[in-house]
């Protein structure tokens, strides 16, 4: 349909991202503070709220084939895309556009299925995408995300029990200001009589998606990672982890996802996990060499 | 949180969109062909789908003030973002997955106020922005968008009246195929009895959103804008227009918005709406002249 | 020639600037400080060396036809071109690397034209490109040079008035340091018997190029410009004055340039020169209407 | 200096080429046809030439000691800048232009040692950068260098053979075209007598440059190349063999440089070279690990 206002169409410039480098999409809730306040989220952690974010990672999976890994916890979700992957011919704008649409129409299309609250409003999520040069890399940032998870679930746990005990916000921010992570879990193993090691995994490591790759054999699928059961055996010792069990329960119902989606609660700082995994990260980034005739 | 890890973050690299130049945002519907024939929508026009978008569209007029002016029909929607824009910073990403992510999730949110039956599946959107340096390129902008929603439902109303008739699909292709617009006209007059001038605005013009800016004095408002009145009196013609009357009066039903957005279906081709508006467009582009001590 | 490491071609990623924008490429000297003392540069001004940049100016000026302005001071040069112009589909690699290619190029070149001394070793550029969206930042971006060049120029007279009397660089510095122009003029005055305004102009304003159009009528070529003299009558006051003269000479030997391009010392400030020469910045930015067919 | 233009700074962006990443800088002959036909360049290749090329290419070492490799033929010349350089914080304007700059100056400087002709004028040369993520790119960039040296060195050879038996340069067109690397072996030993094996490895394989590292133990600094010397035992055949000979010798004069580069004549398509010479592409990619404070 050509007219003479077409001329505006030569300001569209294609942003396209280095081939064969891997790709990672960190989508973030916006205003999630104020989001999980008006929906009465638990705290320091909101179950459903997490395998909402879950179910929203997996429409994702489906849609795109290449992506082959996930992490997510709290509102962030990141995702792999592989090296050699041409997803519209690797333009930044139409993939991270797409990422971002699926992850936010999913989330609100699904939040009946997980909460019996009314959504208040629709909440949103931003994006960026990141190129990284090696495997190594990718290892890294899946690393820096996860410590980023135990660091912040350990802060909020004690933050949340001090408020619990009656203190107010500001009072528990001052008595863990610059403390250091043996103060946190002697605190709430002293104070508040909680085990920090027997919190749910879902909470201390978050979630990990991985691609089932059916056209692979099954040794290299990794069968034999744990996951997938949340609940495991320990002994309770407070209120807090009686809850915590009611937590395990939840996330055992709340997290069936698509056959083609396995979810884990893996550590995945460990070379342990990335060994078993090999076959998701094993991309075919060698160059395609075509015919030899120098 | 420091460790080991951080360094991944150095390879993440902000996008700067250009100073003082206008932003246009436009959001498109991925797959809506499907969308649209999973969810039985109205052809060549579905009024109720039209008006949930301007809902989502009203939705980012809401959380961006610094978006003066959008248009929208079909499936797509865009948005101008003044020329001098703050907002993020002007970083890429972060300005156009926001946008894309509201628009997304009000969409769904809103979908069962327009809709009586339910959203089979979650849609999404992808998006594009790009830079305009002159305020006539982003008028130029918005006319080619308004000629792209007339040539598309002057061809869309005769497909369908054909495959009305009896036509399959793709007799009703061979038929149109290379035909110019008087072609479709006498066709859709003489063989439908449909009057194409009669369709309503709406459909002919598309969506037209205007900030309403409060602290501009009345004049400068364009009180005397026609619109949000879609139903004009015409003479009734064919069952075709039949319909079209009822589509008129959802349409006004539903088509209420936020007092701070105006919804208009004028004519943006002719300079008339531009002038009419000019406190839209009238941005301080102006550069922020501070001392001059030469 | 194709062979299996042809993919590597792959990676390659023009970057296009933005299309009707105005593009400015400022070429800058690599450690001038040093190059100007191996070279014995007069101080704070050597005529040659600016008459040979000019002369490399003209170099570029004489490949790139869009280029239509540009204005140097000290070791430094920008060059305007067109905002419609097409120059290498727009590329930044291949328009920077042109421009600063022929620039340094052409000062070697030149070198002996202009100094009797040996060109020690071989000096270099680096450039930057940036795109503005309005004529008005184009104006307002040759004053920021100006300005510039005049601060510079006052202050670095001053400076070496002081070292001549005696001061170390550092006594200088000191002296200098965060005073005002009043403080510079008088000093200069009482201290060494120096009026700033009888200056070369070529010094105050830095040096400007403007191509001669000749297919444009000779009322729009702006020949009331004064420029291309630099020797005013003044009444000589100093020792320096007289070196100023001796200067003024050899400024007027050395800039003669190719016959399409004019040399002006003029103030670029002021909207009385772009005025005079609007027919160079009155480019055809305006939409290329092709044919209204809506 | 602040004035109030200075805003128009704010227009200027850094592009920042992504961390760990391999960064290529192609140097490119502009109009270099045109360049030496006017300075009577021996065909298909001018010794002194290439020398200059690489006394240019060796000024680039010396500024940038992040430059670990180069390679080099007619008139194009490719520098390696190692994954974890920092040169200019890894902007993409500075260091392209900077590389340009100095291998154009250095190109003109350094001419009058090479030929004894005058320079008629300025020579430029264009550049580009790529990054490439892995080594292996890498390797394959510049084995495609020096396939491309090859294939466009037979062309020439036998191009100018029919050249100087009488033919016109279409004639010779004509003849060559589409036809494939052992016709023209057949060609230039059949009807000129010339064995392509025996021309110089400096024509047939390229220039490479390598760092010569000296903190670097003796056993990894390759001392086992071939290179530098230039000259073979070879029975001369033909007339064309006898002006080698001559090539020969002036190409051993030409070729001395800077003690801390090497320049080789090798085959760098296999694999071997790369290892000889892996201390040069082995570098520090290694994520910079902080403190595990997980």
Redesign the interface.
């Known amino acids: ?13 294609d ?2 991202l ?4 891997w790709l990672i999409i960190r989508v973030d809730g ?1 205003h999630f503070g104020m989001f999980s306040k008006s929906h009465n989220f638990r705290k320091p952690n909101e179950p459903k709220a997490l395998a909402l974010a879950n179910k929203a990672a997996e ?1 994702v999976f489906r ?1 795109f084939s290449d992506i082959t890994l996930a992490y997510g916890h709290s509102d962030e979700y990141s995702f792999l895309l592989r ?1 050699d992957s041409k997803l519209y011919n690797r333009r ?3 993939i ?3 990422i ?3 992850f ?7 939040w009946h299925k997980y909460f019996t609250c009314t ?1 208040k ?14 495997i ?2 990718v290892k ?2 899946f ?2 995300r996860q ?2 998870c ?3 679930n350990q802060y909020n746990s004690a933050f949340w029990c001090l408020v619990a005990q009656g203190k107010t916000t500001d009072q528990a921010y001052q008595i863990l200001k610059g403390t250091d992570k043996n103060f946190k879990n002697d605190l709430l193993f002293n104070t508040f009589q909680l085990n920090y090691n027997n919190l749910p995994n879902l909470f201390k490591k978050g979630s990990t998606l991985i691609r089932k790759s059916t056209n692979l054999d099954n040794k290299a699928m990794g069968s034999e990672t744990s996951s997938t059961t949340f609940l495991d055996n320990k002994t309770i010792e407070s209120q807090q982890e009686i809850d915590l069990k009611i937590e395990d329960y939840e996330i055992n119902t709340l997290t069936e996802l698509n056959a083609n989606v396995e979810l884990v609660t893996d550590d995945i ?1 460990n070379e342990e996990f990335w060994n078993a995994h090999f076959w998701v990260i094993d991309s075919t ?10």
């Open positions: 349909m050509n007219s003479c206002y077409n001329y505006v169409k030569s300001f569209e410039n942003d396209i280095p081939p064969y480098t916006r429409a849609e090296a930044r704008e139409k991270i556009t797409g971002v649409s699926i936010t129409s999913a989330y609100v299309y699904n959504l409003y629709p909440p949103s999520f931003d994006g960026r995408i990141v190129s990284y040069p090696l190594e890399h890294d940032y690393r820096w410590v980023d135990h660091v912040n700082i980034v060698k160059p395609p060499k075509l015919i030899n005739n120098q």
